[in-house]
DNA sequence: GCGGTTCAGTGAACCGCTTCAGTGAAGCGG
DNA sequence: CCGCTTCACTGAAGCGGTTCACTGAACCGC
């Protein structure tokens, strides 16, 4: 999780102190200690075209010195660095949290690294943040798009290896997709609520700007005509806090919803919150359905039913698909995800 | 958040793909086009030394050719990354996923970004994370230490400004620490607790190695001889299922302990989670107490007795001591953070 | 008109590693 | 023994900036 700003003017940051430059052994001290040239320790030390005696021998002199190569000069000199760039729509929202620390802690296990930024529900900072991890010539991008259709995708598809997770790019040359079966979790979830009577249903979604469930939206329109449920949509913010705020109004109105569908877990406890301030009861009053799974949704009273995108399964999915990408130049195609229900006690029929 | 493995072995991760080098301009390419020599160039652009009129001459030309600093090569000429690392004891914990994403989105304003990771609990991945955020030459190392106690940071210490949040490093000439004065919360909960007539009381700390509590344990112990109350210590993870884990166990212990102590919010939880499956019913049969209010506990039932340490606070007294150790190469006293109570439902006098 | 500053700007070394073209020696088949 | 390939390794040119020592011109007071 990191990084506040792309670029910056970039003569701030560079003040007085000087770095100390304690000095550590570099390539040339390991060529001077066994008589090579620092070209062939480069290649010894990587385990490329040296005979294996060689290679021995380098290696030794080299823990011996207490060598440990610098990874920026080798980003430098190689085009290459070792790091897969992670921007996330914003990390306010749980779900994103949790994968983020998850696809961090099993990036491809070891030899790689994960420089992951929030681009906090924001377009315009989306593309500057993404215009910053490529010139920190990241490996590859892995992104949780807020906005799937801007065209800066399409760009950054061409200059490195690009995943999208949860909604697809349309107009880029992904190198993989992992996409969330949204409609098959929004139409679950409509059919239940309508299967317990309700027939007001207000929906809050996360944005204005975020699209992370920009197909569900249209889904649940669609979705809506079809089993005659009357649909209030309110965007908004993709947190415990701000969600609240909304749904108290939207709580207000009249006439009342009986429903909400929340499309982040996070949200749904903004709802919670709002229901308790206005002493509306869950679920008699009022059902909730939440999306995501958080670990903590089970907890609450009622619990939270939702629908569970497992972290490990995508997490899973994005690292064995960018390693593909990497080794073998190879994209591969879309895979779908799909939603694994919580029914919990968070719904009730409706009265009237 | 961000990075899983320190070094491994040099030679992966530079596989068959060439990367794009799109030619992008660069610094002799606007010397070039000002006639001026490349040197001039990288004054202007930093504003050094060069006179107003050349560096709008020199800025104009950058801005016509899309020019972009990279900061890979600005970084091996210069020694300084404008990044900041962030290694956290274990993101699964909750205050910390939040405080980094706090920290990440406000670091500095612009100037500098920050690298997370997550030492997960683990005192070797903490040093080997450390060794590789040293090596990836961060400006700064902000530490919420797995283990304080580790002669490591005095070498880290050496090699850059070093921030510790949570526990001071004894042995390290850290540049600043912003400490929680846990003391002071630890107090006030075993009062608490005593005060409700409670004698036997569970105590759930992040551990086994996890020690971002440890003053609050010796505390706890000197405390309670006083106060003449029994506690039963456990380590356990600082996350939801792991501590339930601990806490079922615990709870089905006789005498069964009529308050349990948990310092983290996430331990909690995993205490909530535990008790009901138990059929122990919070607060008729046990009291518990929280440790970071993350916004969740509020919203739990009965809601979490716990104490905050503002998030935002913190940051921010992080930022400005990096901020200021960086440009004035001072370091600062200790920043002492003091816990926000929150008394809430959780609590209730002790039977019998 | 002269020694001394300041100013604007230059050339080249350097940061530490990668990589390409090439070299001398050994090994090989005939 | 010759020509050819293979092997083990080297020299040097980058990568794209920063920085240090220095220069030539303008300016200063006297």
Redesign the pocket.
Known sequence: MSTVSPTGS?SAG?AARVPQ?RK?P???DIAEET??????V??A??GL???PE?QRRVREAADRLG?E??PI??A???GRTGTIGVLCSSLEDLWQQGFASTLGRRFLAGTRNALIVDAAADPEREVSLSKYLLDQRVDALVTIPVDPASPHWADAARRTVLVAVGDPLPGAATAAEVVFDNGLAVADALKTLRGEGHTEVLVLTPGPKLRRHRPAEKIVRELARELDVTLRVRTCPNALAGAAEVARSALAEQPRPTAAFCLADSIAYGVYDAARDLGIGIPEDLSVMGFDDHPVSRLLTPSLSTYRWDVDIVAEAVVERVGKALDTNRRSKRTLVTPQPRHRDSVSAARN
């Not at 008589?35 to 062939?40: I, N």
């Open positions: 970039p560079y430059r550590r570099t390539i040339k008589g090579l040239s620092s070209a062939a480069s290649y030390l990587r075209q040296v005979p060689t060598y190569a610098d000069a080798r430098l000199a190689s």
